[in-house]
Nanobody, 127 residues
Framework: QVQLVESGGGPVQAGDSLRLACAASGQSFSLYASGWFRQAPGKEREFVAAITWSGRSTYYADFVKGRFTVSKDNAKNTVTLQMNSLKPEDTAVYYC????????????????????WGQGTQVTVSS
């Protein structure tokens, strides 16, 4: 089992940047594909970004392409989400997720594919 803890959220102004971190503990994170999701009040949880366990391949939701970057450091057991040019519509609770993967090239956009979740970190962007 692996436990995930997110950090780095907070209140910011539109146009600002934030860097979210997801720290994994419990066992080696190196064979886990990871993803970031978010959930705004009254809305369903939606996919934001995903990364393979090797960290070599990434995938983004259209609404964050060019603004957000996901990366993985297996030596430090962390996944980060760099968020630039934040918009008020980015306001949500952001969740880190992970699943042990047998293939280095696999990533997932479906939250049902993940079986490990963090508690979430709030990001609030004001205009």
């Amino acid at each position: 089992q692996v436990q995930l803890v997110e950090s780095g959220g907070g209140p910011v102004q539109a146009g600002d940047s934030l860097r979210l971190a997801c720290a994994a503990s419990g066992q080696s994170f190196s064979l886990y594909a990871s993803g970031w999701f978010r959930q705004a009040p009254g809305k369903e949880r939606e996919f934001v970004a995903a990364i393979t366990w090797s960290g070599r391949s990434t995938y983004y939701a259209d609404f964050v392409k060019g603004r957000f970057t996901v990366s993985k450091d297996n030596a430090k057991n962390t996944v980060t989400l760099q968020m630039n040019s934040l918009k008020p519509e980015d306001t949500a609770v952001y969740y880190c997720a992970a699943v042990r993967s047998s293939a280095s090239s696999v990533y997932y956009t479906d939250p049902l594919r993940y079986n490990h979740w963090g508690q979430g970190t709030q990001v609030t962007v004001s205009s």
